[in-house]
Every structure is written in C-alpha cells, then in structure tokens.
C-alpha cells in the first residue's frame, strides 16, 4: 500500500476515534464559547447536568456526527499532507535543516490546507451541537422564529445554502485560518520537540507518543483559543 494511502487511512481513524472520545467536552465546550443563554455561567459540571437533564446521554453526543463525517477527511488530510509537504520542503532544499522548524512550517501548510478542504462540515458541526433540544421545543411552541431548527446534516448543509449560497457554507474560515496556521504548526513543533527528550529505546512506545501529543495539543489549542472562540461566534 502507498505510503500516502497509509497516512491518510491512519490519520482519518485516529482522528475520528480522538473526536468521538471527547465530544461531550468538545459540546460543551461549544455551547460555552458561543454563550448560549442556558448555559451562562453554569461551568463545566452545570452545563453537563443541563445537557443531561434536557437532552439525555444522546445529547452530549450532539452534532458528532457532522464532527467525525469532518475530522475522519481533515485528520486523513492533515497528517498526509504534513507528512507530504516536510518532504517536498526536504527534496526542494536539501540545505534545509530538519528539526522542529521544518516541522512548524509544515504543519502550518498542512493544517491551512486541511481546514478549507472541510470546513463546511465543522460550520454544520457547530450549528448542530449549539441547538439544545430543550430550547428548541420551547421556541417551536411559542413560534418563535428566531433560531433555525435543523434535522440533521444534510438539512443543516441545505438550509445555509438556500439562505446564503456558497458563502454561507464558509462563514468564520478566516479565524479557523488564522488560528490553524500557528496552532498546527506549534503542535507539531512541540510534538516533534518533546520526542527528542525521550530515551531512544522507548521513542516508538504508545505511552510517551500520548503524552507528547497530549501536551502538544494542549499547548498549542491554549495559545491560539482565542481565535477558536471567534470562530464559534461568527459560525453560529
């Protein structure tokens, strides 16, 4: 089998097994950033109570489908691509020095190019875990107009190009672009950075791969939040 064809095979279940693992949190984590009114002020703990009590253990689960049918192509992408371009960047200038700077660069180019193949499904994926089951029962009784209700992936696709065309199908990529340039590449960086310090007999280990890739993610998901936020607001 094709390397490429490895990478993107590899990459795509990694990454829907990571999503689907921590969608309740990444949820919340939704509802929180876009500050939906039921959910203001109530924390971590208060907002998985609410969730439950309105929407049963299905409704952490909210919209993951639309995330894994995005993250399965984006990680798939992501990783080839990274993969890809350090060899590409390698082959044009073999002067270049291979260490966590190449690994910057190309993580950057990579995370650009995988964020505009799928954005589309991380807009639906938004627009479906913002609506609260609970909340939308009661706008439909007191028609109310005021929040779209939509029926599932396809619907939610189909309802923002019938009222905004293509465009509306990409609405918030400039903060999803300009956070995933550094928070791609810093990820790598970091990734590729900590490896070097662990001992050489255990580097293939899964043990110090999850806590590199642990910490590289949450060092580089930290620096860049703020244009995560932004783009859950302009989204929803």
Known sequence: MPLAV?????????????KSAVAPLERVKILLQTRRAEFRGSGLVGSFRTIYQTEGPLGFYRGNGASVARIVPYAALHYMAYEEYRR???LGFPNVEQGPVLDLVAGSIAGGTAVVSTYPLDLVRTKLAYQVKGAVNVSLRE????EQVYKGILDCVKTIY???????LYRGMAPSLYGIFPYS??????????KTHVPEEHRKDIIPKLACGSVAGLLGQTITYPLDVVRRQMQV
């Open 162 to 168: 019938r009222q905004n065309g293509l465009k509306g």
């Open 143 to 146: 028609s109310k107009p005021s």
């Open 88 to 90: 590409w960047i390698i």
């Open 185 to 194: 590449g810093l990820k790598f960086y970091f990734y590729e950075k900590m």
């Open 6 to 18: 490895r990478e993107l095979i590899a990459g795509g279940v990694a990454g829907g097994v990571a």
